[in-house]
């Protein structure tokens, strides 16, 4: 069976994400996979429940390594999923290096981290870009850490949200401010109704009401009958936004339909065929 190891230096650089890639670009070539992850680390136990769903009877095996596990050498390749800052040096001349794979680059300095891998002589597979819906939170990432209650959010616990909008304080309703910005969630003080309704009009895939007060009995209808995720948080809405905003580029890969889409398109030069074939062994 051709084996991959995905190794990084250090933590968040990304594997999960790029193993499940370069699976999800497998399975679109009808090339089956199994995924597995090494170590005890605090990511650990999410990321072993995502490859449980994504494998099947796998015709390859993705073994995502522990943050700055060395690959102990044998059967399979390496593929060193990279940040942009490390060096491209001490990427080369590696026997079982398949490439790298330098993972949230800004799109400004992509073609300059091409040049400083092949001016190394480093085996460079891609730079996949930074990219909001990659990096931001689940809803039930969200949940845990504003401590939320409310409705409709076990069922969403996996949808990104990418795009939050904080509702104006002012008396304008903000209808076509929500439309415009196409937000995936609006965050909206408790006792502002004529926002929260707004919100609902505009169509956001969840709302996040701030301060613990009661709300309005109308939008709590509409929520329920519209299947609107609402997250309730005793936080006021600047607490609120800071702990979200910590949130981006700071969780494990969830693993959601938008997220794997995304990945897969990012990873669009990356020939896996080739991958495969140098992983597996030769007669």
């Not at 701030?210 to 509409?222: A, I």
């Amino acid at each position: 069976m051709p084996t991959l190891f995905v190794v990084s230096s250090g933590p968040l650089a990304g594997k999960t994400t790029i193993a499940a890639g370069i699976a999800r670009k497998l399975a679109s070539q009808r090339v089956s996979s199994t995924l597995a992850r090494t170590g005890e680390d605090a990511n650990a136990a999410a990321d072993s429940a995502l490859f449980s769903r994504l494998s099947s009877a796998g015709e390859v095996h993705i073994t995502e390594m522990a943050a700055g596990e060395a690959f102990a050498g044998g059967d399979g390749r390496v593929v060193v999923v990279a940040t942009p800052s490390e060096d491209p040096a001490a990427h080369a001349g590696t026997a079982a290096l398949a490439g790298v794979i330098v993972n949230h680059a800004p799109p400004r300095k992509a073609e300059a981290i091409r040049a400083a891998y092949q001016a190394a002589g480093a085996k460079l597979l891609a730079v996949v870009p930074e990219d909001a819906l990659l990096a931001s939170p689940t809803i039930g990432q969200v949940a845990e850490a504003l401590s939320a209650e409310g409705e409709n959010i076990e069922e969403n616990r996996d949808r990104p949200l990418d795009r939050p909008i904080i509702a104006s304080i002012a008396a304008d309703p903000g209808q076509d401010y929500f439309v415009r910005t196409d937000a995936t969630a609006v965050i909206v003080r408790s006792d502002k109704p004529d926002l929260q309704l707004a919100a609902l009009n505009a169509g956001p895939t969840c709302l996040i009401v701030t301060g613990g007060l009661s709300m309005l009995s109308y939008v709590l209808e509409r929520v329920v009958d519209e299947e609107i995720p609402l997250l309730r948080t005793k936080l006021d809405t600047k607490d609120a936004v800071s702990v979200i905003e910590e949130l981006f580029g700071a969780r494990p890969f969830a693993g959601s339909d938008a997220k794997l889409r995304r990945i897969e398109e990012l990873l669009v030069d990356v020939n896996v065929d080739a991958l495969v074939e140098r992983s597996a062994p030769k007669a």
